[in-house]
């Protein structure tokens, strides 16, 4: 006994050094990080370089160091468009920017109003008598609506510029349901409320499928209108809808394609396009891995401090999914949410704008966010939204309070229809044996019993509380726009709306994008000729965050290579995976009634697969064998 004593005794003190020197190890490296923490820098006379290595979003999701550390690799990076259209219109008016350089060799997209926002800035320092550059080794179609806007667009001459058009297939697991015999219990009202196809069909509703052609119609029409005013002598037609035959006009070459197309404006490498930026802009530190004198933009920002003077105007964004509890920034957590407009009621605002950017989500969250919003009303504060790419479903459901409605032609809005689905696998188990028996007392005793299945009345009940929250929205939107519910209701069962079209049925009120809603909000909040300023609402950002947004946005460089056709399509693969991950979680996960539009979603760059999301998929998986 006194051996094995000793050597539990060892292993313990084994173990309490190993724990010791990890604690050392672990601080040693905070500590380290943050006395390297890069300073914010000073501005180079020279060039403004956006090395756009990531997606274009609303708002920027919050870094979760933990997360970071535990996954070994950083998350997909994320620039807020407003911070990238500052940006460019102070370069547009600062003689110290000669030059604007868009780096995209590693750009993961962005939404087109984002896109078309952030091409009217650059027409704006090329007004102001400044070259805009931009560099890709390939062109996808938000790479080309960039591109479009520059005075000099440059690929890689092993590069392609290729433009596909919004659109592709949704996966539908009918089929899969079926086979391993899930009972997938769905209650919808709304036969245009696309979003549990899925999981009762085994291809598109005739409703869906107008639905996506109107929608996907519209938003391709829009960016073909955006490129071609950008570039008017540009063969724009001919090269999307036959590319493998431009390509064999320009000798099989696809980079040779592109510039007789006049989607590019000439074909040279990073070296040939940093030569020529280097002319424009100047020499920069021999030790630096770029030649030419440059700023980033994260300096750029730190240097040019939003200047507030005046009237206040509160901004709340309310950016991708509406979920239960306290989630985001990056999502629109109802509770954090609520509390945000809540905390700044009284803050002496003169108008709230709320800038929503959702396909929806959770119906419960969009309520909780919607009564916050109406409590600014009622203090008589005016409230007016601003809807971007998306404000559908849930989130239309959160823009009911305003008095005015702006949306922009290609917003994808309305989807006012609701549903839930909730799995129970009786009929599975009964094919291994499995079966199920009790005693009620009231037919709901028990229940939802997801193992021995659902009562009729059960059903009935869920149905009736999903009726019950479409009536609740159909009674929200037709007291906002003036209407009956029986009205909304014709225009509503779920069907999705471009922005244009909203305004002709009466759910938006005027065609105008951010900047538009934030002048009628200072008009209405009695500012007149005054100075005001827009002041986003947010938490205050823990300083763990603050320094890894820092550093990663200083230390950027040529770490990740440049992509090829190949290898960009498979990176942006992930928002199919996203996609797919949703439906999936979507039937499984424990969530409400939902106001969510699945036509929507997803974002470009996709929903991160994480590792504690791959359980569900390898279990499915392991069936299939």
């Known amino acids: 006994m006194k051996f094995a004593s000793k050597i539990w005794k060892l292993l313990v003190g084994i173990k309490d050094a190993l724990a010791l020197l990890f604690l050392i190890l672990f601080f040693g490296l905070i500590y380290a990080a943050l006395t390297a923490r890069p300073t914010a820098g000073h501005v180079q006379k020279g060039a403004l370089l956006l090395d756009l290595d990531g997606t274009v979003v609303e708002e920027k999701s919050q870094i979760d160091p933990l997360s970071v550390l535990m996954a070994g690799e950083a998350p997909t990076h994320e620039y ?328 922009e032609p290609a917003t994808i809005t309305g989807s006012i229809g609701v549903f839930a689905v909730i799995p129970s696998f009786e009929k599975t188990l009964a094919d291994f044996g499995v079966t199920s028996d009790g005693v009620r007392t009231t037919p709901l005793s028990g229940q939802p019993d997801v193992l021995g299945g659902f009562t009729p009345e059960l059903n009935d009940l869920l149905q009736s509380s999903v009726e019950n929250t479409y009536g609740k929205f159909l009674g929200l939107v037709a007291k906002a726009r003036g209407r009956t519910p029986a009205q909304i209701d014709a225009i509503g069962q779920g069907r999705i709306w471009p922005g244009a079209q909203a305004k002709e049925l009466g759910l938006v009120d005027e065609m105008g994008n951010l900047d538009t809603a934030l002048a009628y909000a200072a008009k209405a909040g009695g500012v007149g000729n005054g100075k005001w300023y827009a002041e986003f609402l947010h938490e205050p950002v823990d300083p763990f965050t603050s320094f890894f947004e820092d550093f990663e946005a200083d230390s950027q460089g040529d770490a990740a290579a440049a992509y090829d056709f190949a290898g960009l399509i498979a990176a942006r693969q992930q928002a199919q995976a996203g996609r797919a991950l949703h439906q999936v979680k979507g039937l499984f996960a424990a969530q409400g009634v939902q106001a969510y539009c699945m036509e929507c979603a997803p974002a470009p760059g996709g929903e991160r697969v994480e590792a504690k999301d791959l359980t569900l998929l390898q279990a499915l998986a392991g069936l299939m064998r």
């Not at 919607?370 to 600014?376: D, K, S, T, Y």
């Open 80 to 407: 807020a468009a407003r911070d990238i259209e500052r940006a460019l219109h102070l370069a547009a008016k600062d003689d110290r920017i000669k030059v604007v350089v868009l780096d995209l060799s590693r750009f993961m997209g962005g939404r087109f109003i984002h896109l078309k926002e952030i091409g009217a800035a650059m027409d704006d320092v090329r007004k102001a008598g400044k070259p805009v550059l931009t560099f890709a080794n390939v062109y996808l179609d938000d790479g080309i609506q960039l591109a479009a806007h520059s005075s000099e667009a440059w690929l890689d001459p092993m590069g392609e510029a290729v433009a596909a058009g919004p659109g592709g297939t949704v996966n539908y697991y009918k089929g899969l349901i079926d086979r391993f015999k899930v009972n997938a219990h769905v209650y919808r009202v709304g036969t245009h409320k696309s979003a549990v196809e899925p999981y009762m069909r085994s291809g598109m509703s005739p409703e869906a499928r107008g639905d996506y052609e109107n929608a996907y119609g519209a938003l391709w029409d829009a960016w073909k209108a955006d490129v071609k005013k950008a570039r008017p002598k540009a063969h724009i037609d001919e090269l999307v809808s036959n590319p493998v035959a431009a390509m064999k006009a320009a000798g099989g070459d696809f980079a040779q394609a592109a510039k007789v197309a006049g989607i590019v404006d000439r074909l040279g490498d990073k070296t040939g396009f940093d030569k020529r930026v280097t002319k424009l802009a100047g020499k920069g530190d021999a030790d630096d891995d770029v030649p030419y004198a440059y700023t980033r933009l994260a300096t750029w920002l730190k240097a040019n401090p939003e200047k507030q003077q005046g009237a206040k105007i509160a901004v709340v964004t309310i950016a991708n999914e509406i979920v239960d509890g306290d989630a985001g920034p990056g999502k629109a957590g109802g509770d954090r949410i609520a509390k945000l407009l809540d905390d700044n009621l009284k803050e002496g605002y003169k108008a709230l704008v709320v800038r929503i950017d959702s396909p929806g989500g959770s119906a419960t969250a969009a309520e909780r966010i919607r009564r916050a919003i109406q409590r600014w009303r009622d203090a008589r504060i005016p409230v007016v939204v601003s809807m971007g790419n998306l404000a559908a479903s849930g989130g239309y459901w959160v823009s009911t309070p305003a008095q005015k409605v702006f949306a």
